[in-house]
């Protein structure tokens, strides 16, 4: 039986700016199967893992240390299904500021950081500043996020707001494989 990796959400020892796609690059096959197998069950155990790629349980471990240590392995975390929360709505959210000074972007983003309905906030090029995508009981429910939180940012000039009818498909690379996302960077690098 192996043991199961410290769960810290964040790992130290992240590379600096600038080294992911060096780092992308060193990675082999074992690495990026390794990488497969965790994606879809951080719990496995170093056994587990070694199982899976044909490596020992320490070889697995050695590895596992080694990407935590590169920072391809950013942590490990639980997915919670927030319709177990009660948030059976995704709302996307589009944000424009009335200005993109440094000091604006700043101020805004450390206004999001504090709504905990946001699931997730995207600086974006185009006709809006920012994309955010929160997960909310319902309309009311996103009323009180509106009317309490959003409009109160600093800097918001304009919120305009869509209501996902259905969640259809959630993946953390849009479905596709690991070892194909991986080998896409690494020639772009």
């Given at each position: 039986?192996?043991?199961?990796?410290?769960?810290?959400?964040?790992?130290?020892?992240?590379?600096p700016?600038?080294?992911?796609?060096?780092a992308?690059?060193?990675?082999?096959?074992?690495?990026?199967?390794?990488?497969?197998?965790?994606?879809?069950?951080?719990?496995?155990?170093?056994?587990?893992?070694?199982?899976?790629?044909?490596?020992?349980?320490?070889?697995?471990?050695?590895?596992?240390?080694?990407?935590?240590?590169?920072?391809?392995?950013?942590?490990?975390?639980?997915?919670?299904?927030?319709?177990?929360?009660?948030?059976?709505?995704?709302?996307?959210?589009?944000?424009?500021?009335?200005?993109?000074?440094?000091?604006?972007?700043?101020?805004?983003?450390?206004?999001?950081?504090?709504?905990?309905?946001?699931?997730s906030?995207?600086?974006?090029?185009?006709?809006?500043?920012y994309?955010l995508?929160?997960?909310?009981?319902?309309?009311?429910?996103?009323?009180?996020?509106?009317?309490?939180?959003?409009?109160?940012?600093?800097?918001?000039?304009?919120?305009?707001?869509?209501?996902?009818?259905?969640?259809?498909?959630?993946?953390?690379?849009?479905?596709?494989?690991?070892?194909?996302?991986?080998?896409?960077?690494?020639?772009?690098?």
């Amino acid at each position: 039986m192996g043991t199961i990796r410290d769960s810290n959400s964040q790992l130290s020892g992240t590379l600096p700016e600038g080294h992911a796609a060096d780092a992308l690059s060193a990675l082999d096959e074992l690495d990026i199967a390794i990488l497969h197998h965790l994606e879809r069950n951080g719990r496995a155990t170093n056994y587990e893992v070694g199982e899976a790629v044909g490596l020992s349980a320490s070889a697995a471990s050695r590895r596992i240390l080694a990407l935590e240590a590169s920072g391809a392995i950013k942590g490990y975390r639980a997915v919670i299904d927030d319709r177990h929360l009660g948030k059976r709505r995704t709302v996307y959210i589009r944000v424009t500021l009335e200005r993109q000074s440094a000091d604006v972007l700043e101020a805004f983003e450390a206004g999001v950081r504090r709504c905990h309905d946001i699931v997730s906030c995207h600086l974006t090029a185009g006709q809006y500043d920012y994309m955010l995508v929160a997960r909310v009981s319902g309309i009311d429910d996103y009323g009180r996020l509106h009317q309490s939180e959003l409009s109160r940012l600093p800097g918001v000039a304009r919120i305009e707001t869509s209501f996902a009818l259905r969640d259809v498909l959630e993946h953390l690379r849009c479905g596709r494989p690991l070892r194909d996302v991986c080998m896409e960077t690494s020639r772009r690098g």
